[in-house]
């Protein structure tokens, strides 16, 4: 690969749309709004417009050797998005490249069987079983849309899994065919959401949106395939690119319009990552998205600058009497009555000087003794925290995140407010993510707002004023104040530092943000 390349290379093994909508044609405008070079390997050709396709032709194996092997001379990929691949020996070509390429790149598979236009079928009829016996076992992520799924579950009707229980049902089903992730898109399934069934090492669950009513949706399949690839490529974990692709197809539907007398084209482009409204909400696999928690809207926390993060009542009371106006105790045991003193202790110290005190984890307790709020790690989602109970007593809900599927998943209970971390190095407590730096922290802040976004994680005064340029609501410090020689010049230290970074101008958000796991 030439070394001056910057831009990661992802192939399109796929078919050609001689009408421009869908396949390759629509792979290159995904690899382009993702920023990464794309290649393509043409598997097969069709003669089609925007009303149908008239004619299929499987590309004669040696060919589609020639350009495999032509690209992987000199372009290796670090990801390959398949689509139309036209017949099982092109499925074998392909898998007999995969082995000769010196690293191994991440595989997705868009199980093209059919048309989204007129329904023509563009398979032969091994392809069904190659895909499954052959190209399935190599993938890293299989990509089809409902009716595709039935497809290769060989279901009696193709509209079996249009029903969000029946798809759950059939996970052992689809797990049984590979143990590479899946996500399944639900566009074609009708109904006001957009639900797309994800199952990655990261999470399990939905990913969902509104759905965009459109006539022009051609190609959508292959935007969603090929930006989940090109999301791979750049670094991302699966469960971050499929929330990268969800938001690069709803963009592209948006701006999909006709071209022809039949369905238009979806049209990826840049930007879209910076539209909140693109950002999908995340669900677990028990939460339906067609019917999902009637969750309430928090108020927003309303204070900006020091968050302090402390593990007892007396430097609550401590820092608070220094200035501080946020303050979350945090005690990381089972609740006894130790542990409940300190809450009620803390609240208190709080209550004295108008400070607003947010209890990490002990929703219960925060709810019991009068805090101002309950802070929860993801780990925390899990239980059966009374989410109605804590809005009706007027408490405020902040959120940890560490990576885009955390973000999707904290933007779904419609907190008060999220925390970006850790933005650096942190020795608070070991983390598997790599620090989101000021990169990060400023897309975060950018594409949440106006929900205040909070960043934490390794900040010292020096470090302050960087992260007060990317324009958060506020920044958390632990250990930067209790463990300080004196506390209280710290807290005005920090103070000092986070105005000056208010006090130039603000550094502009990325188009897309970097990998953080």
């Not at 020091?306 to 946020?326: I, K, P, Q």
């Not at 409940?340 to 709080?350: G, K, M, N, Q």
């Amino acid at each position: 690969m030439n070394s001056a390349s910057t831009r990661p290379i992802v192939w399109s093994v796929a078919g050609s749309d001689s009408g421009g909508g869908a396949g390759i044609q629509a792979d290159q405008r995904a690899f382009d709004a993702l920023r990464v070079h794309g290649c393509t390997a043409v598997a097969a050709l069709t003669a089609q417009n925007s009303t149908g396709v008239q004619r299929i032709q499987a590309v004669e194996p040696a060919m589609l050797e020639a350009q495999l092997a032509a690209l992987a001379s000199d372009l290796p990929p670090r990801a390959i998005k398949t689509g139309m691949l036209g017949s099982a020996a092109n499925v074998q070509v392909l898998l007999r490249q995969l082995q000769r390429l010196p690293q191994r790149p991440a595989l997705v598979v868009d199980p093209v069987w059919r048309a989204s236009s007129d329904g023509a079928d563009l398979s032969g009829g091994e392809l069904r079983q190659f895909l499954i016996d052959e190209l399935l076992p190599q993938a890293t992520v299989c990509t089809p849309n409902r009716r595709e799924a039935a497809w290769l579950l060989g279901l009696p009707s193709l509209d079996s899994l249009n029903d969000d229980g029946a798809l759950l049902a059939a996970l052992p089903r689809l797990r049984a065919l590979s143990d590479c992730a899946w996500v399944v898109t639900g566009g074609d399934a009708g109904g006001t959401q957009a639900r797309d069934l994800l199952l990655s090492p990261q999470f399990e669950g939905w990913l969902s949106l509104p759905h965009i009513p459109t006539a022009h949706h051609h190609g959508s399949g292959c935007t969603f395939a090929a930006s989940l690839g090109a999301a791979l490529a750049q670094g991302f974990c699966v469960a971050d690119a499929a929330v990268l692709a969800k938001m690069a197809t709803a963009g592209a539907l948006h701006a999909g319009s006709a071209a022809g007398s039949g369905a238009g084209p979806v049209r990826a482009e840049p930007g879209f990552a910076l539209r909140r409204e693109l950002l999908p909400q995340a669900w677990p696999l028990q939460c339906l998205p067609h019917d999902p928690p009637q969750t309430p809207r928090f108020n927003p926390w309303r204070e900006r600058g020091l968050y302090a993060v402390v593990d007892n009542a007396a430097w609550v009371e401590r820092l608070s009497a220094a200035g501080v106006r946020t303050l979350q105790l945090r005690i990381k045991r089972e609740p006894d009555a130790a542990l409940e003193a300190e809450v009620v202790a803390a609240v208190a110290a709080a209550r004295r000087v108008g400070a607003t005190l947010f209890i990490n984890d002990h929703w219960q307790l925060a709810l019991r003794h009068g805090a101002d709020g309950v802070h929860l790690g993801q780990e925390d989602l899990d239980g059966a925290v009374d989410l109605q109970a804590l809005a009706r007593a007027g408490l405020q809900l902040g959120v940890s995140s560490h990576s885009l599927w955390e973000l999707a998943r904290a933007w779904a209970l419609k907190p008060s407010y999220i925390a970006c971390g850790p933005v650096h190095a942190t020795t608070t407590k070991a983390m598997p993510w790599q620090p989101q730096g000021a990169h990060n922290l400023a897309y975060w802040a950018a594409l949440l707002d106006p929900l205040p976004v909070v960043a934490i994680g390794g900040l010292t005064p020096e470090r302050t004023v960087q992260a007060a340029r990317c324009r958060p609501a506020g920044f958390a410090v632990a250990s930067g104040l209790t463990a300080a020689e004196h506390p209280e010049a710290a807290v005005a230290a920090y103070q000092q530092a986070w105005r000056a970074g208010l006090g130039v101008p603000g550094l502009a958000a990325p188009e897309l943000p970097k990998p953080s796991l």
